[in-house]
């Protein structure tokens, strides 16, 4: 499976984006996925997971109430919508599809990875 992420871009502070993330064929639909960044100079972070039905998400600390993972499995595509965008939040931002159900904060859990898409939050 591939995976390509889209609608990166510059923003402005307080903005919002919404990331998708398509896979070439269903084989994710029974995956977790999985969404992390990472910003120039720093190590990759999880951003989101989401389960393979759609029923469990979790967040890292510093987007909830702000980001919303969902999935889409008729449509092998997985989305990031992102509301209230700061400064923080500039990285190139990865989908990865897991290795079981439910999602994992790991990224070492997670076996596709996407090439990414670059988010630019300015003020």
């Known amino acids: 499976v591939q995976l390509v992420e889209s609608g990166g871009g510059p923003v402005q502070a307080g903005d919002s984006l919404r990331l998708a993330c398509a896979a070439s064929?269903?084989?994710?639909?029974?995956?977790?996925m999985g969404w992390f960044r990472q910003a120039p100079g720093k190590e990759r972070e999880f951003v989101a997971g989401i389960s393979w039905r759609g029923d469990s998400t979790r967040y890292v600390d510093t987007v909830k109430g702000r980001f919303t993972i969902s999935r889409d499995n008729a449509k092998n595509t997985v989305y990031l919508q992102m509301n209230n965008l700061t400064l923080g939040d500039t990285a190139r931002y990865f989908c990865?599809?897991?290795?079981?159900?439910?999602?994992?904060?790991?990224?070492?859990?997670?076996?596709?990875w996407g090439q990414g898409t670059q988010v630019i939050v300015s003020s």
């Open positions: 064929d269903r084989t994710i639909s029974n995956n977790a």
């Open positions: 990865a599809s897991g290795r079981s159900s439910y999602s994992s904060t790991s990224g070492a859990d997670y076996v596709t």
